[in-house]
């Protein structure tokens, strides 16, 4: 048994040292990086074969073709780490990634095979040298990247891994082989991983640069979104009048409002005077209308009279035919009593 810091003692030398020809690899960790197979390249190129078994859901319900995917945009981290982690920064900014990331296809294509694991059930992180009558065995590895390997400093604060021969550790390699297989835990996703790495050295349009710029800026948001906060079209709030008298910009600050009101139960509408913020807010009211929820609208005194105009039946009401149905009460201006417009205190 030998214990690893990556910082005195480094996994990255010991598989160096350990890895050799016509060995076979078996790794059970979160991510995959193209520069971790740079750093053992050489020992990699070598080998029999690899397994890989992603730990956590990964390239799964993709649902594309074969054929190449034009826009190609994996969502989480640990599907993004084919091209670099976060901790691989000074690696990506040498600007090899597409020379690397063809290389690493080809190995691929030739020794690689990549399952993910289709529930969240946990298994244990490793990376397994099976030679034949011998082995050894490095757990828990987390990832398959340069910061896990020691390359790179990473956030760990005190991980330690061990090595151990295949007289402690044979029963690690018994479980994946015993697993391997199982298409009902795991799902071949070979061909998606070698898409996305084909993805880095392919010739992209413009269009694709454009829609990653837009994604690597929002992508925190798009995986915010759950369907449980987005407006639910049934109520047909789409089909009122205010619905369709509002700007598209009108349209898309009603739909996040109501995501956030869904999410955190409030929510600001800062947009600049002129732009229709009563509109905008009126949209929100028919929304919640629509589910039978009631609105009381807090305003100053001189806007009561505006917003009484779209509720009631006036000739001036552009949105009479919503019928709208909200309370309005004034905001005091000193200590005392709200007032009801109507004249209840």
């Known amino acids: 048994m030998e214990i690893f810091d990556n910082v005195s003692k480094t996994i990255i030398d010991d598989l160096m040292n350990n890895i050799s020809k016509g060995d076979k690899l078996s790794i059970a960790a979160a991510c995959f990086s193209i520069y971790a197979y740079q750093a053992l390249k050489k020992q990699l190129n070598s080998i029999d074969e690899l397994r890989f078994i992603f730990t956590s859901p990964a390239f799964l319900n993709e649902n594309v073709p074969k054929e190449k995917r034009e826009f190609y945009i994996p969502r989480l981290s640990r599907e993004r780490s084919l091209y670099g982690t976060e901790f691989e920064v000074k690696l990506r900014n040498e600007l ?22 289709l529930t969240d059930g946990a298994m244990n992180t490793f990376l397994d040298i099976d030679k034949g ?61 070698l898409d996305g790495i084909t993805a880095a050295y392919t010739e992209n349009s413009p269009e694709f640069i454009y829609y990653v710029a837009i994604y690597n800026i929002f992508n925190e ?21 205010i619905w369709n008298m509002l700007y598209d910009f009108q349209k898309d600050a009603t739909l996040a409002i109501i995501n956030k009101l869904e999410r955190y139960n409030g929510c600001i509408l800062a947009d600049s005077v002129g732009l229709g913020k009563t509109f905008t807010a009126l949209a ?5 209308e629509n589910r039978n929820r009631s609105v009381l609208v807090l305003c ?26 909200y309370e309005v009460y004034i905001i005091p201006t000193s200590p005392g009593s709200w007032v009801n417009p109507t004249g209840s205190t």
């Open 96 to 117: 090899t990634q597409k020379a690397l990331a063809k290389e690493c296809a080809d190995w691929i294509r030739k020794k690689a095979s990549f399952r993910s694991i």
């Open 133 to 193: 009558d011998s082995g050894l065995t490095y757990t828990p590895l987390s990832g398959f990247t340069t910061a896990d390997l020691g390359c790179e400093r990473g956030n760990n604060i005190a991980v330690n891994t061990i090595r151990f021969t295949h007289d402690e550790s044979r029963k690690f390699l018994d479980s994946f082989n015993m697993l391997w297989n199982h298409d009902s835990i795991f799902q071949d996703v070979t061909d998606i991983v």
């Open 221 to 241: 948001f798009l995986e915010d979104i759950s369907e449980d906060f987005l407006p639910n079209e049934a109520t047909g709030f789409k089909e009122s009048k």
């Open 284 to 288: 929100v009211i028919k929304y919640y």
């Open 300 to 325: 100053p005194k001189k806007l009561s009279d505006n917003w009484n105009t779209y509720k009631d039946n006036y000739l001036n009401n552009p949105i009479a035919t919503d019928r709208l149905r």
